[in-house]
Structures are given as C-alpha cells and as structure tokens.
C-alpha cells in the first residue's frame, strides 16, 4: 500500500526527533552537568516544536483519509489496522489543540516545574500557586479542546489510560477502597515490623551488582539496555533496541535501589518485549500508563517481594553482605520488605496503603476541576484528606502538597490514576498468567522467571499498543478490569504475614 509506506515514512521522521528528545532528556536525568540546563530547555523545546509540527501536518490528514477503505477491508486486529487506528486517534487528538496553545502550555510546565524545584526545598508552597492556578485553567483549557465528554477530567485521562473515563476510574475505587481500608486498618492496629535489616550499612557498589544480577535473571536484557543513576527513577526507551532504566542508591537502606530497580526492569520488559516488526511505528510502546504500571508493579512487588522470590535470592543477599545479615532469618527479611504503615510519601508507600495515597489525589484533580476546590485551598484540603485516610498530618506541606512533581511539571487531572489501575491489573495478569501455568510459583522459588516473562512477552508485550488498555484486559484475562485478583492477593500474602482473619 503506497499510501501506507508513504505514512510510515513520515511518521518514522516524527519518531527520530521524538527519541532524539529523549535520549537528550535521559541525558539531562543522569551526566548532565547543571551548566547545560538552560540549553538543553531550548534544545528539548525545539526537538518537541519541530516533532509536533511535523505530527499534525496536513499530509498525515491526507493518507490518513486515503487509507480509510484499506483499513476497514482489513481484521481489527491486522498489523496494518492497528498501526493506521492508532495513527489516526493520535492525529487526531493532536490536531484539536492549537499549536500555539501547545506551546504556550509547554513554556508554562517547565517554568511551573523550576519553581517547584525552588519551593519545595524551601517549603514554600505559595511561590508556586499562581504558576498551579494557571495550570488548572490550562488544564482545564485543554480539555475542553475535546467537547462532549461526560466529566471534564475524561479527556485528560484519555491521554494517560485511553478508553479510561473517570466513571470507570471512580466505579473501581470505590471498590476498592472499601475492601482496603478494612485490611490496612487491620494491619496497622498490629505490633510494627522491625525493618532494620534493611538499615544496616550496604555499600554501594555490591548493592548495585547484586540488583544487576537480579533484573537480569528477571529478563531485563542487558544487550538491549543498560542501567545508571538517578534522583527520581524512571525508564527511556529510545527503540526496541535500547531501553534504558535508572536507579537510586541509599547506603543505609537496602530497599530503595533493589526495588526502584525492579520496578524499573518491569517497565522496561515491556517494552523489550514490543514486536520487532513495529519498531519506530506509534504500536512500538506499551498501550496505557495503567497497563505500563501493571507490569512494573507486578514484578516489583508481586515477584520481587514474595517469599518464592526470597527463597531463591536470600541466600545468594546474605553471601553479599554477610556482616549485616548472618543471624537475619528469610522471614525476618521477607516480613521487613513486606512491612506496611500509614505514610506520608506516596513514593515510599508499601504497597497496600499505596492506593490510599493515589485515591486522594485523583479526588483532590476532580474536586479542582470540578470547580468545588481553589487552589490555594488545596494544602488545607491535602492535610484533611491525610487525616481521613490516614490519621496523620504532614508536619510541612514539603512532606505534604509539595511531594510530587505530577502537578507542577504537568496538567491536573490523568495523572495519577494509572498507578492504582496498575495494581489492579498486574494482580489480574498474574491471575491469569497462573492459570495457564500454575508451576509459575515454584519456578519463581527456584529461580526460574522465564515462564511467567515468556507468558506476559506472548500475552502482553508483543502486542504493543495495537490494542487499547480495554481491550487487552479483555483479551488477556476474558474479562474487563476486576478488583477480585487484586483484592485475593492482598488477602492471602498479608493475611499470611499479619494474620488478618482475627480482624477481617
Ligand atoms: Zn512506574
């Protein structure tokens, strides 16, 4: 198909700057020296100009409306379909909003997101309110570039979770949070869990092979990635070929690389697990933040921290550093990477109070939104919902308000849903991943990961984003998106360590 080719070509082109963008942004998180930021700000600006010029010219129209016939004579679920579905969806998303509201929106983020650099050191949450202010009219400009949604919060989560609508969102939560709320006040009326195991003194450098030994034998491929360092982890996949994760390093904590870097190696997977023949095409990326955060949470906690897992890798820790955990029992060490307590910092939650964290902030984005709370409310607003849920205040809004950078660096609205989606649905994947291999444990506690990576790359990977996140559950599990896996795995895994059914 000529037109299709011709298509491919042009958006190859869109694709190189895009990944021209991000090697530069990867760069900028890891050997950057501070002197270069102003630079590489234009640099990024005119790579991402350039990038969306090029995405929404009109000649992407054209073949676009030229391939229509070829494209319904073809099965849904044909390479060529999808990739011209895709194509099309995103164009025209992108095509709604005027280029120089676009740029207008960019210049805004980055200055928003310097002041919080400054703010939130300095706990000074009102040197960024009037950048936060604009940000929700922005936000709430852009959505209404996407007339006839149901809440105006939908076509912000459009971008993250397409075919996600905060009806959906919403319906789940509430859901969810009524089961949870009952485990985690169960849990954390126990006696603590002494995690000091994990606070001894850990070098380094033997943590940072260890943590190589262990994505690797997960399946991170080395070949086709590398590792390095960070302040806030993330994963850069510049082609199918090149996926890069970060990680960070406490000498006195021996959680914080190991499961930033599993977590990490999830995401990474999965997008070293793309089908080759899609590389440099709009399918070559996973479909949807929720689905993207389902696998790494799904290795970071449902393999990375279970006791299969431990069995295996325990021995092996303890001859690494044997000074700090001869005489630390497998349970001692299993129940301490398991250890779960009301928190403040959503980033180093456990992962049951974890959806608490997300909840709350996705009700502040719609009550923001929706017009029923100001922004310079909001602190007051964070503090009142950490009361509710958690019966804890932050004692500054550095530790409350200020945490995340979601807000700052973005819009408001879609951008934390996706990592409680994530939970639900990496259980789900398990779920079903169990029971057409239900040997999946007992090869975890020997070391053996490729039976259930060889199951996700079939089921999930591959696939890329040729199907929406809907449509993949649906495919994947038989069904759409169910708390029960989730919720059965909380029970059994905590109710083993905490003995929940005296309080449940
Ligand atoms: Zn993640």
């Known amino acids: ?64 409306d030229e391939l229509r016939s070829y494209e319904e004579s073809l099965p849904y679920d044909s390479d060529d379909a999808s990739l011209i579905r895709v194509i099309r969806r995103n164009y025209e998303r992108a095509i709604k909003v005027p280029p120089a509201f676009h740029s207008e929106l960019t210049a805004h983020q980055s200055r928003a997101f310097q ?32 007339p006839g949604y149901q809440h105006i919060a939908d076509p912000l989560i459009d971008d993250a979770d397409y075919g996600m609508k905060v009806e959906t969102v919403k319906a789940v939560f509430g859901q969810l949070i009524e089961k949870l709320v009952p485990i985690v006040n169960s849990i954390t009326s126990q006696e603590p869990t002494d995690d000091s195991c994990l606070r001894e003194y850990y070098p380094e ?10 994505v690797k034998q997960l399946g ?50 999965y997008e070293q697990g793309v089908c080759k023949d899609y590389e440099g095409t709009l399918l070559a990326n996973g479909t949807s933040a929720g689905v993207h955060e389902s696998q790494s949470r799904l290795w970071e906690n449902v393999v990375g921290r279970s006791r299969g897992f431990w069995e295996y890798f325990y021995p092996k820790l303890q001859s690494v550093f044997p000074e700090q955990l001869t005489g630390v029992s497998m349970d001692t060490f299993y129940r301490a990477v398991n250890k779960v307590e009301k928190s403040l910092i959503r980033t180093d939650a456990d992962e049951v109070t974890y959806n608490l964290h997300v909840m709350l902030r996705f009700d502040l984005e719609l009550l923001l939104l929706e017009d029923k709370l100001a922004v310079k409310d909001l602190p007051d607003a964070w503090q009142a919902m950490y009361k509710e849920y958690f019966g804890i205040y ?111």
């Open 115 to 146: 002041l919080w650099i400054e703010a939130r050191p300095a706990n000074n949450f009102k040197l960024v309110l009037p950048a936060l202010e604009k940000t929700l009219d922005y936000s709430r400009r852009l959505a209404n570039y996407y």
């Open 220 to 269: 991170f491929d080395y070949r086709r990635g590398r590792h390095d360092k960070t302040y806030h982890p993330f994963t850069a996949s510049f082609s199918i070929g090149d996926v890069r994760i970060t990680t960070r390093i406490k000498e006195n904590y021996l959680g914080e690389c190991l499961y930033s870097m599993i977590h990490e190696a999830g995401h990474a997977m």
């Open 1 to 64: 198909m000529k037109q299709l080719e011709e298509l491919k070509q042009h958006l190859a082109e869109v694709n190189d700057l895009d990944m021209a963008g991000s090697v530069l942004n990867w760069d900028q998180s890891t050997y950057m020296p501070p002197g270069g930021a102003p630079a590489r700000a234009r640099q990024l600006a005119t790579l991402a100009r350039l990038s969306f010029e090029k995405f929404t010219d009109p000649v992407v129209g054209r073949l676009l």
């Open 205 to 214: 450098a033997a943590q940072m092979a260890f943590c190589k030994d262990v």
């Open 394 to 504: 932050a004692p500054d809004d550095r530790d409350g308000v200020l945490q995340d950078s979601h807000w700052y660096a973005g819009i408001i609205g879609g951008s934390f849903q996706g990592y409680t989606l994530g939970n639900i649905l990496g259980a789900q994947f398990y779920a079903s991943a169990i029971k057409d291999f239900p040997e999946i444990p007992s090869e975890i506690s020997s070391g053996n990961f490729a039976p259930l990576l060889g199951w996700l790359q079939k089921n999930v990977y591959q696939s890329g984003s040729k199907f929406t996140a809907p449509e993949l559950i649906e495919r994947v599990t038989g069904g759409p998106m169910t708390i029960e896996p989730y919720i059965h795995y909380l029970v059994e895994k905590y109710g083993e360590i905490y003995h929940l059914g005296e309080y449940l």
